[in-house]
């Protein structure tokens, strides 16, 4: 499955940044948003930058990989509201 991950530029240069997310520190290509300030969240697309995120994004996109991750490792028992904010029907 490819999907988009949060990671927050550590070291920017013109065309590459150095960031740090969920999978540890990557090599991140910056050519389709330019370069960043250290500190800024970014979506991560299989080594690209595709948009810049703010932390709060950044905070619900891993708690749903989060979610997709216990499903798909068989937890039947998870709270939707936990890993998907306003998805649960607590929020319709």
Known sequence: ???GVPVQVIES??????CYGRNGEEQVNM???GA???GTWLLNFLGSA???ISEQDAIN???????????????TGINVDDYFPGLGSSER
């Open 1 to 3: 499955m490819c999907v």
């Open 50 to 52: 595709r948009e810049v």
């Open 31 to 33: 050519m389709l948003i």
């Open 61 to 75: 996109i891993n708690k749903a990989l989060d979610g997709l991750t216990a499903i798909m490792q068989g937890d």
């Open 13 to 18: 240069a013109e065309c590459m940044a150095r």
């Open 36 to 38: 960043q300030p250290v």
